[in-house]
Nanobody, 119 residues
Framework: QVQLKESGGGLVQAGDSLRLSCAAS????????MAWSRQAPGKEREFVAV????????YYYDSVKGRFTISRDNTVNTVYLQMNSLKQEDTAVYYC????????????WGQGTQVTVSS
């Protein structure tokens, strides 16, 4: 059972940067895809960034394109989300998720980390 744990959230001002981390519990963690998603109050959860883990290809959704960067460090089984030029509308709980490539989609989710951007 893979456990994912996010960290790095906090309260920042508009225009600031934050880096979120997502650490996996398994030593031999090798997902097919990793993703960051977020859920703002009263809104549905939305994906913001995806990485195809083995070859490092990435995809960004329009709302964060050019501002957010997803990356990984295989040595510590951690995926990151670098968030620059933060806006108030980026305020949300951010979750990481793992798709193990077994046909079940994003099977594993972290508990989330709160990001609050003030004006």
């Amino acid at each position: 059972q893979v456990q994912l744990k996010e960290s790095g959230g906090g309260l920042v001002q508009a225009g600031d940067s934050l880096r979120l981390s997502c650490a996996a519990s398994e030593r031999t963690f090798s997902p097919f895809k990793m993703a960051w998603s977020r859920q703002a109050p009263g809104k549905e959860r939305e994906f913001v960034a995806v990485m195809w883990y083995r070859h490092g290809s990435t995809y960004y959704y329009d709302s964060v394109k050019g501002r957010f960067t997803i990356s990984r460090d295989n040595t510590v089984n951690t995926v990151y989300l670098q968030m620059n030029s933060l806006k108030q509308e980026d305020t949300a709980v951010y979750y990481c998720a793992a798709d193990m490539g077994d046909g079940t989609g994003y099977k594993y989710w972290g508990q989330g980390t709160q990001v609050t951007v003030s004006s």
